[in-house]
Nanobody, 118 residues
Framework: QVQFVESGGDLVQPGGSLILSCAAS????????MGWYRQTPGNERELVAR???????TYADSVNGRFIISRIAGKNILTLQMNSLKPEDTASYYC????????????WGQGTQVTVTS
């Protein structure tokens, strides 16, 4: 199985910024659309942003203009620059391929917690 390890989550104030990182085993990033997802208690995971193999990003309306998803060339690393954070951004953030349907090969990692509060 591929292993995803998310990091960078923290407790921040509204309006603050964070950079999340996702490291993965294997050599597959260049062949897959990658995505950042988030989940809050009682809700399903939702797609926050995705990026194609050629680097074209797409964002959920809720984060468009505030977040930036990036690939690090030559490495299995995915990042999410989060700016102008809002309390509603509070969630556990995960990375995976898009769509995340091959969970037997690409299981969810532990995620990284982002908490936005005063």
């Amino acid at each position: 199985q591929v292993q995803f390890v998310e990091s960078g989550g923290d407790l921040v104030q509204p309006g603050g910024s964070l950079i999340l990182s996702c490291a993965a085993s294997g050599n597959f990033f260049k062949n897959y659309i990658m995505g950042w997802y988030r989940q809050t208690p009682g809700n399903e995971r939702e797609l926050v942003a995705r990026i194609t193999a050629d680097g074209t990003p797409t964002y959920a309306d809720s984060v468009n203009g505030r977040f930036i998803i990036s690939r690090i060339a030559g490495k299995n690393i995915l990042t999410l620059q989060m700016n102008s954070l809002k309390p509603e951004d509070t969630a556990s953030y995960y990375c995976n391929i898009f769509p995340p349907i091959q969970t037997h090969i690409f299981p969810w990692g532990q995620g990284t917690q982002v908490t936005v509060t005063s």
